[in-house]
């Protein structure tokens, strides 16, 4: 089971943590700083697999993948598989440059809705649900559609809205 996903600049900054079990955000907050302190300590030329039994507790894995100003970060289990997780990274880092042109810092902080979408049909509940970057492209896609209409949609009718002159 994948227990967390993070997104955090190379300064530390969280710009998206998703647990997938219940932690407090003082909790939250404290991995998200002990994360970041084994990332940052670590050499350019090891690999993207941690064991983070010392942060998030027994049988814990840590796998991360760092671009440009950003490391993707995935918690999970003995259950799931570390080249899977670090395939998974490279599926949600691809969908998101696919949404954005070459994504990048910016794109998430004002993107927040859209990326959040994006890892909920990849991930969910902990689980695996696409690994297919087109076929979450396709849902993302009819998402927007959606919201397109869904504001093109005008609550009070025309009539009712003339009533107010009167």
Request: aromatic letters at 10%; hydrophobic letters at 45%.
């Amino acid at each position: 089971m994948i227990k967390a996903v993070m997104v955090m600049n190379t300064q530390g900054k969280p710009r998206l943590a998703k647990f997938y079990d219940y932690q407090p955000v003082e909790k939250q907050q404290e991995l998200i700083r002990s994360v970041f302190a084994a990332l940052s300590s670590r050499a350019e030329n090891v690999s993207n697999f941690v064991e983070a039994d010392a942060i998030f507790g027994l049988d814990s894995r840590l796998v991360y993948k760092h671009y440009a100003t950003l490391y993707f970060v995935f918690v999970f289990d003995s259950s799931e598989n570390e080249l899977a997780m670090l395939d998974l990274i490279q599926v949600f880092v691809e969908t998101l440059d696919k949404c954005f042109k070459n994504v990048c810092e910016l794109d998430i902080v004002f993107n927040y809705g859209k990326m959040q979408t994006i890892l909920d049909e990849i991930i969910f509940g902990g689980q695996v649900l696409e690994t297919s970057s087109a076929e979450v492209m396709k849902v993302v896609e009819e998402i927007l559609k959606l919201e397109a209409a869904s504001n093109a949609i005008t609550l009070v009718p025309k009539t009712v809205s003339s009533w107010r002159g009167r």
